[in-house]
């Protein structure tokens, strides 16, 4: 029996959001084997779920709102557990978190004056999120080879922040300009 739903895809991106708080746990525990798996399989989820809404048209709005929802809750738990750890710097953290938070605001405001509409990821801010996984693989890589972060390791960082900036700018230069030329609904 073939499934035509979005069902498969929703199931991923819910276990992913399942995921995040065992996720955030297991780091402040220095479970990092245990991390690495969890956040390893997460990352893959979401990917498949991609896949399959993409495949075979499986898309919906629930999976609209729910997979971005699971991809964020994932990657600030795991900024914020190596934050807490020290691990990681409270700048980057932040920067992730405030580009979410603007983005948000500005999907809350446009709701409010002119009513729903589909955010539609960007290729720079689909690299932004694959180099967030990126860093957070490799530190967990680096953590669990007890070897000192490489020397251009702040270089990375600051690599992190800049793209995830960028695309934050580009969703509110699109966003704007879309809400420049959208008629205003009474």
Known sequence: MRLRSPLWPNLLSTARLVAAPPLFVLLLEGRLWWSLGVFSLAALTDALDGFLAKRYSWQSATGAFLDPLADK????????????????????????????????????????????FWVVPTRLSKASMALQILYLLLTLIFLLQKKPFPTLWSGFEELVAALTLLSGIDYLIRFRRRAGHEPVQG
Do not use: H
């Open 73 to 116: 809750l994932l990657i600030f738990s795991a900024f914020a557990a190596l934050v807490v750890t020290g691990v990681t710097p409270p700048w980057l953290f932040w920067t992730i978190w405030g580009r979410d938070a603007a983005m948000g605001l500005a999907v809350l405001v446009w709701y409010a004056w002119r009513g729903p």
